[in-house]
Antibody
Framework: EIQLQESGPGLVKPSQSLSLTCSVTGYTITSGYDWSWIRKFPGNKMEWMGYISYSGSTNYNPSLKSRISITRDTSKNQFFLQLNSVTTEDTATYYC?????????WGQGTLVTVSS | DVVMTQTPVSLPVSLGGQASISCRSSQSLVHSNGNTYLHWYLQKPGQSPQLLIYRVSNRFSGVPDRFSGSGSGTDFTLKISRVEPEDLGDYYCLQSTHFPWTFGGGTKLELK
């Protein structure tokens, strides 16, 4: 069974970087699928942020411009989100997710609050 | 970006009744490979979203046949028949045909 779990700080100061880890068990991230980050804002809007593919290529939402980076550590079967220069607008619940067609597998989500 | 317009925002239903949610896209979701990447999710309170329907009409593993998806091009529908208490929550459509992938605004299914 594929399982994903997010981890990282729940509070980040404005202008700093948000860094999250998604740990994957039950499947090797280099075997297949795209591995995405998705966030849900207060008020329920959902946004796909980007993914890293099983081959290591990345694809980002242009709305995040040059602030986002998704990387991975294949030895630990983890992938990571870094979002730079955060503002209060980046306060959201962050999910990692994956699947063949549509997101069949989701982490439990982690709330990140941007506040001084 | 492809705008996904999901209606209604709120849908009161009676247990045992039927619900229908619409998702319309600002452009066709038919991919150059011929597939249509429109998916439906349910997020129950306190849980992560769960995949119900992928590629318009395919029920994901374990999803009851009370859930059905249909549509083509820019107009898609999720129908839930014989609504049960565990069906209550927020429903979202997602298109993954065009980058960036985009979600509908959500529909809250609640008891009448």
């Amino acid at each position: 069974e594929i399982q994903l779990q997010e981890s990282g700080p729940g509070l980040v100061k404005p202008s700093q970087s948000l860094s999250l880890t998604c740990s994957v068990t039950g499947y090797t991230i280099t075997s297949g699928y795209d591995w995405s980050w998705i966030r849900k804002f207060p008020g329920n809007k959902m946004e796909w942020m980007g993914y890293i593919s099983y081959s290591g290529s990345t694809n980002y939402n242009p709305s995040l411009k040059s602030r986002i980076s998704i990387t991975r550590d294949t030895s630990k079967n983890q992938f990571f989100l870094q979002l730079n220069s955060v503002t209060t607008e980046d306060t959201a619940t962050y999910y990692c997710a994956s699947g063949r067609s549509g997101f069949a597998y989701w982490g439990q989500g982690t709330l990140v609050t941007v506040s001084s | 970006d492809v705008v996904m317009t999901q209606t209604p925002v709120s849908l009161p239903v009676s247990l045992g009744g039927q619900a229908s949610i619409s998702c319309r896209s600002s452009q066709s979701l038919v991919h150059s490979n011929g597939n249509t990447y429109l998916h439906w999710y349910l997020q129950k309170p306190g849980q992560s979203p769960q995949l119900l329907i992928y590629r318009v009409s395919n029920r994901f593993s374990g999803v009851p046949d009370r859930f059905s998806g249909s549509g083509s091009g820019t107009d898609f529908t999720l129908k839930i028949s014989r609504v049960e208490p565990e069906d209550l929550g927020d429903y979202y459509c997602l298109q993954s045909t065009h980058f960036p992938w985009t979600f509908g605004g959500g529909t809250k299914l609640e008891l009448k």
